[in-house]
């Protein structure tokens, strides 16, 4: 591996530091996913049946137990529900109400989780790019080596050919991992987004059913 390093040149090393970043941010945001949890379904079902039982407390500290950005949605809306309906609102204002609170709030819920995804697209950009710099270097010092040998010395020229395949090579292999890791990501975050919108939908039809 440091062979590989010495033998890329200094293009090498921001390739180097790109790749520990790109590291750091998927280990960063597996944890955060982690820790959002993804058992929707049941914590959907839990909700829905304690509303219907008319059970708002019991619903509200079901989803205080939770953490992540559904849990976190569903309490905001239920509280507001609690709110309006402890001041004799119609269920026409409530719903309307209650919805437009989970939705308002669904953007900053997902927030963070959607924190340094925008650092792998713009590593997943540049690494290519420095990669072919370090191609168009590395042609540059053969052509020079093969200037100042007066001919095609297979010697003088293989160092700048090497730099110019390892950079290429190293480019694509930072850049490859973190493409894919912001593709998980982003569909996971739109799997969080679809189960906000699942649960607006069923707290409002809890609202107007009750």
Not at 72 to 80: K, P, S
Not at 104 to 115: F, M, Q, R, T, V
Not at 137 to 159: E, H, N, Q
């Amino acid at each position: 591996m440091l062979t590989y390093l010495l033998d890329g040149g200094p293009i090498m090393l921001p390739l180097l530091l790109l790749s520990i970043l790109t590291l750091a941010i998927i280990i960063d945001r597996v944890r955060a996913f982690r820790a959002a949890g993804d058992d929707f379904d049941t914590l959907r079902m839990e909700v829905n049946q304690k509303l219907m039982d008319e059970e708002l407390d019991g619903a509200i500290t079901r989803t205080e137990q939770e953490d992540g950005p559904v849990a976190a949605c569903l309490l905001v809306g239920l509280q507001r529900y609690r709110k309006m309906r402890s001041r004799k609102r119609s269920p026409e204002e409530m719903e309307t109400a209650v919805s437009k609170t989970m939705e308002d709030y669904a953007p900053k819920a997902i927030s963070g989780l959607e924190k340094r995804l925008n650092l792998l697209v713009l590593i997943a950009s540049v690494s290519p790019l420095l990669g072919m710099t370090g191609t168009v270097t590395g042609m540059i010092k053969s052509f020079d080596k093969m200037a100042a040998s007066a001919g095609l010395d297979p010697a003088a020229v293989s160092g700048g050919i090497a730099e110019a395949l390892i950079t290429t090579a190293a480019g694509l292999i930072v850049a490859i991992p973190a493409v894919v890791a912001y593709n998980l990501f982003s569909r996971r975050v739109e799997e969080y987004n679809i189960a906000i919108e699942e649960c607006v939908t069923d707290v409002v039809t809890c609202i107007s059913e009750v």
